[in-house]
């Protein structure tokens, strides 16, 4: 067991491929405390769904129609791809929106009404 490295949550959904005994036992052996949640009900549970996905798109969006104005006839490279990727990423992943997703979701603070 590796004793230095500090104790991780992974929440994950109950698909069947993802449980299996060589997953726990790394777990146990990594700490890493594993959550499945009941199957069909991620899309309500999962805080990067509810809270983080759809402001990066909507970031992504506005930017990439931004740079198409802008470089009309242009291909966009793979190099504009990750720059607008990553201004889309520090508008969408700021600390307010990832405890609101917490929050929403009702992992954090606990809100047994939500889960």
Wanted: charged share 20%; glycine share 4%.
């Amino acid at each position: 067991m590796n004793t230095n490295c500090p104790h991780r949550l992974l929440i994950w959904d109950s698909h069947i491929s993802h449980v299996s005994l060589d997953v726990r036992y790394f777990g146990v052996e990594n700490k890493i405390h594993l959550l499945t949640y009941p199957g069909h009900q991620t899309h309500k549970l999962q805080p990067l769904d509810v809270g983080i996905f759809s402001p990066l798109s909507t970031y992504y969006k506005q930017h990439l129609e931004k740079w198409v104005r802008a470089n009309k006839g242009f291909a966009m490279s793979q190099t504009h791809f990750f720059q607008l990727l990553d201004l889309a990423r520090r508008s969408a992943l700021t600390k307010e929106n990832i405890q609101s997703a917490f929050r929403t979701t009702g992992i954090h603070p606990l809100n047994r009404r939500k889960i």
